[in-house]
C-alpha cells in the first residue's frame, strides 16, 4: 500500500465500541435518568455484568485503561466495600432478579482486589442476579500480580475465562512500555489456571509498539502460540498522549509508523491464520470450535465495550469508576474520577456523570455500524427495513464510499457493502462514513483530536 493511500485510509476514527462512541455521551442523561431507565427494564428481559477494578500494581507506559496504582491493600478493601453499595444501589431500582449469561471484570487489574473480597462481591452477584449455568464469568489478569491462591480464588468464584495480557515478549519492546513480564511466568499462569479448571484462556497482543518490528512480533506470537490459547486479541497500540500523559514517556522516534505497523498487522493475522485460528472482524482470532467463531460464522458476532462478543443481552450494567452500560433507551457511564465515585455512592446517589439517550437514526447507524464491524459487511436494505427506514436513506453515504471503493478498501453490491479480505485492517475507516458525529480532522493549530490512528 502507498503511503498517499495508508495516510487517508489511516486517519483517526473511532474504535466503534459502541455508537454513538462515548465522546458524544453528555450530562443530559444524569442519575435521574438511569434510575428511571433500570426501572423499566422488562423482568424477563436478559442482561449482562462489567465491573471495573481501576488499580494496578504498576503503570505500564502504554495502557489507554482508566486505571491507577494502588499502594498497599487500603484503597483496594475501600473500593470493594463501596462496589458492594453500588451493586445494591442499582439493584433497588431493578423490577426484580435479572438473568445474566455474561459476567466480565476488567481494569485496570480485576485481581489486585483482596481474595476474600473478591469472593464476597461474586456472591453477591449471585444473589442479586440469576447467573445462568452456562454464563461466561470473565476476567482480564496481568500474569504478573497472580499467586496459586488467586487462581484458587478464580477458581471457587465461578471464573470460566482468563484473558492474560501480554503485549509483547520481547525484552526490548518491554523495557520501552515499562512492563517486564517474560513468557515463563505467564505460561506458569495459564498452566495453573488450567489446572484450576478455568480452560478458556485468551491472551491479549499489541503491535505497533516501541521498538518492534515483523521479526519481533513473529517471535511473540510464536511464544503466545505455545499457550494454546482459544482467543488472540491483536489490537494497534493507540499513541494518544493528549488523552494519556503517560504515554509522552514513550519514545516516539522508536514507535513504528504506518507502513510498519500494517506489515506487523497483517504478518499476525497471516500467521494465525496459518496456524489454524479463524480471523474475527478487525482484530480478534479465535480456534473454529470457539463460541465466538461460530457466532461469526453465523453472521450473529455483537460488539460491545469489550470489543467483540457472544454476548446479546440488551442490557449491560457497568460497576465501578468509568464504568459503561447500555441499556434499550441508551448509554450511561459512571463517574470517571474514583473519589467522586467513592462520594457519591455513600451520598445514596447512582454514580452517574453522563449518558446518551438513542435517537431512532443512532439505532439504525449502530446496527449498520455493528454489522461491518463483525461481518465485514452489510445489507443496508436489510438493515433499513429491519429499523422501518426507508431504503434508500443513505444515498450520500454510499456517494461518499466512492473513493474508498476506488482505493479497494469497500466493495459494493447495489445496497450491500462489503470490506474485502485485503482491507480488513481498516474496516472503520469504511464504518466512519456511516458516522453521523465524526466531525473533520482538525486543521493544523487546532484542540488535538480525540481517536487514533485506523491502523
Not at 65 to 92: D, F, N, Q, S
Request: charged share 20%; proline share 8%.
Amino acid at each position: 500500500m502507498n503511503a498517499d493511500l495508508l495516510a487517508r485510509a489511516g486517519r483517526p476514527v473511532p474504535r466503534y465500541t459502541s455508537y454513538p462512541t462515548a465522546p458524544h455521551f453528555g450530562p443530559e442523561v444524569d442519575a435521574a435518568t438511569y434510575a428511571g431507565w433500570l426501572g423499566a427494564i422488562p423482568a424477563e428481559v436478559p442482561a449482562s455484568l462489567y465491573l471495573h477494578v481501576p488499580f494496578c500494581a504498576e503503570l505500564c507506559l502504554y495502557c489507554g485503561c482508566h486505571t491507577t496504582v494502588a499502594r498497599g491493600m487500603t484503597p483496594l478493601v475501600a473500593y470493594a466495600a463501596r462496589l458492594i453499595e453500588e451493586i445494591e444501589l442499582v439493584t433497588a431500582h431493578l423490577p426484580g432478579r435479572l438473568e445474566v449469561g455474561h459476567l466480565h471484570w476488567g481494569g485496570g487489574t480485576p485481581t489486585m482486589l483482596g481474595n476474600p473480597d473478591f469472593l464476597r462481591i461474586m456472591a453477591l452477584l449471585r444473589a442479586r442476579f440469576a447467573l445462568r449455568p452456562d454464563a461466561e464469568v470473565a476476567i482480564e489478569i496481568d500474569p504478573r500480580v497472580m499467586d496459586q491462591a488467586k487462581v484458587d480464588t478464580l477458581a471457587a468464584a465461578g471464573i470460566n475465562r482468563a484473558s492474560l495480557g501480554v503485549q509483547d515478549f520481547d525484552p526490548r519492546v518491554q523495557e520501552a512500555i515499562g512492563r517486564r513480564q517474560s513468557f515463563a511466568e505467564t505460561a506458569a499462569v495459564a498452566d495453573a489456571l488450567r489446572k484450576a479448571g478455568i480452560d478458556a484462556i485468551n491472551l491479549d497482543l499489541i503491535y505497533g509498539l516501541p521498538h518492534q518490528s515483523v521479526a519481533s512480533v513473529t517471535r511473540t506470537l510464536g511464544d503466545a502460540l505455545a499457550l494454546e490459547p482459544s482467543r488472540i486479541a491483536v489490537f494497534g497500540y493507540a499513541h494518544v498522549p493528549w488523552m494519556k500523559k503517560h504515554q509522552a514517556l514513550i519514545p516516539e522516534a522508536a514507535l513504528p509508523g504506518p507502513a510498519a505497523r500494517l506489515e506487523q498487522a497483517e504478518t499476525i493475522a497471516n500467521l494465525l491464520n496459518e496456524a489454524g485460528y479463524v480471523s474475527i472482524g478487525l482484530d480478534h482470532f479465535a480456534r473454529p470450535d470457539d463460541a465466538m467463531a461460530r457466532r461469526a460464522e453465523a453472521g450473529t458476532l455483537k460488539r460491545n465495550f469489550q470489543g467483540y462478543t457472544t454476548d446479546d443481552a440488551p442490557v449491560l450494567l457497568g460497576f465501578g469508576p468509568s464504568a459503561i452500560g447500555a441499556l434499550p433507551q441508551g448509554y450511561v457511564q459512571n463517574l470517571p474520577a474514583t473519589p467522586r465515585w467513592h462520594q457519591t455512592i455513600a451520598q445514596g446517589e447512582l454514580p452517574i456523570a453522563r449518558g446518551r439517550a438513542l435517537t431512532a437514526d443512532d439505532r439504525l447507524r449502530r446496527a449498520v455500524i455493528e454489522r461491518l464491524m463483525c461481518d465485514l459487511a452489510v445489507d443496508l436494505d436489510a438493515v433499513c427495513a429491519a429499523h422501518g427506514a426507508e431504503a434508500g436513506m443513505f444515498a450520500d453515504e454510499l456517494a461518499a464510499l466512492d473513493p474508498l471503493i476506488a482505493d479497494g478498501l469497500a466493495v459494493r453490491d447495489g445496497a450491500c457493502v462489503r470490506v474485502p479480505e485485503p482491507a480488513r485492517a481498516f474496516t472503520r475507516t469504511v464504518c466512519a462514513v456511516f458516522d453521523a458525529y465524526l466531525a473533520p480532522q482538525p486543521d493544523a493549530g487546532a484542540p488535538p483530536r480525540r481517536h487514533a490512528a485506523a491502523v
